[in-house]
Every structure is written in C-alpha cells, then in structure tokens.
C-alpha cells in the first residue's frame, strides 16, 4: 500500500535557525496537504499544494510539492517559539482516495 | 458556530470493558476519519466513512467498531478486543475525501 514517509522525525534548533521537514510518497499524489499540531492539541490544517512543482509561502514558511508530486518539503526561516509542534504531511494517491499522513517531524525550539 | 466535536476529552475505562467515543460535526462534510495517536507518533486511520450509511476499515480497524446513521455523527466503540486501547483518539470530518480534514479536540482514552 502507499507510504508516506518524513524526516527527520526529530528537530531541536536554536531560535532564529531554519528548520525544513521532507515528506516523500511511494505513489505519486493529487495533492499534498500540510498540518502542525501543538503539544497536547489536534493537528491544525496549514496549506494545501495541487499543482506539479508548486510553491507557496505563509509568511515565514513556505512550502513545495515537487515536480513527480511524490515529494514536498516544508522550510521555515528564522524559526521562533511559536513554531514549536509536530508538522504533518499528508496526501492522498491518484488511484484511491485514502488519506495517507506522514509519521510528523517534531521541532523544538530554544530561545 | 461551526465545527467538530469529540467528547469526553478525557475517558477512563477498566480492561475488558466496550467504550464508546462521540465526534459530531455541523460542518456538512460527507467524510469522517477516526485516527489513533500513540505518544509520540503519527495518525494512524482506523475507519473512514465518505457518506452515510457507508464506512471502511483503515490501517488498523481490529478492535473497533464504528457506525454512520447520520451525516453529522460518526462514533466510535473502542472494544474489549482490542489489545491495547490507552491511545488519543482523534476525529476528523471532510468536505470530500480528499480535501482538507478538520480535526476535533480528540478523547485520551486510559484503560486502566
């Protein structure tokens, strides 16, 4: 079945670095599909890709699908205490339409 | 007000015993997910359900059971068979199945 697999599965960083999570799809997706859960809440939907090598940006984080749209990363720049969380990936194939998520990356953050 | 809703958010139950957890939505969304989160971990699928009336087992289905009478309600019966039950249950609901979730609080389930 399909897999959708992220690393790291763990980032600490100092505040102010950038941190970047990769997510990658054994099947190719009809679209990849961003989460950030807080500690102790539920996961919170961030953004939505669609198109082959799309990229979009949310003030500090910004987000690609890459062209095979089997892969995407999501960078943050200068990276602050609010950014503390699990990031999920998720998305689901073209031949079904199961949601897949990624097992998350978790960022701590140092001030 | 619009969104998901899971209840209890905190579930205590002794082994052995069938538990039952709430999630409703009034967002008119066709799909709902149950998900399990073990500390530290991703979501795991349980069942889904893309409309009433109609649900499929996910990833890990043994041990659960859940029902879609309505649009609005899609709980979930955690059973005595299922090996170990102490998890976060989450909820989510969908406009379409493969459209963007919307997750409730979630329940923490110990079996004591």
């Known amino acids: 079945g399909q897999q959708v697999m992220q690393i790291p599965q763990y980032q600490h960083v100092q505040e102010g670095e950038d941190f970047t999570t990769y997510c990658n799809s054994s099947?190719?997706?009809?679209?990849i599909q961003w989460y950030k859960q807080r500690p102790g809440g539920h996961p919170v939907f961030l953004i939505q890709?669609?198109?082959?090598?799309e990229v979009k940006k949310q003030k500090r984080l910004t987000f690609q699908f890459g062209e095979a749209k089997k892969n995407s990363s999501l960078h943050i720049t200068a990276t602050q205490t609010t950014d503390v969380g699990t990031y999920f990936c998720?998305?689901?194939?073209?031949?079904?339409?199961?949601?897949?998520f990624g097992a998350g990356t978790r960022l701590t953050v140092k001030p | 007000d619009g969104g998901i809703t899971q209840s209890p958010k905190y579930l205590f139950r002794k082994e052995g015993q069938n538990v039952t957890l709430s999630c409703e939505q009034n967002?008119?969304?066709?799909?709902m997910y149950w998900y399990r989160q073990d500390p530290g971990q991703g979501l795991r699928l349980i069942y889904y359900?893309?409309?009433?009336?109609?649900?499929q087992k996910g990833d890990i289905a043994e041990g659960y059971s859940v029902s879609r009478e309505k649009k609005e309600s899609f709980p979930l019966t955690v059973t005595s068979a299922q090996k170990n039950p102490t998890a976060f249950y989450l909820c989510?609901?969908?406009?379409?199945?493969?459209?963007?979730?919307?997750f409730g609080p979630g329940t923490r389930l110990t079996v004591l």
């Open positions: 989510a609901s969908s406009p379409r199945q493969e459209g963007t979730q919307y």
């Open positions: 099947t190719t997706l009809s679209n």
């Open positions: 890709l669609v198109k082959s090598g």
């Open positions: 998720a998305g689901p194939p073209y031949n079904n339409n199961d949601m897949r």
């Open positions: 967002l008119n969304h066709d799909a």
């Open positions: 359900s893309q409309i009433v009336n109609d649900f």
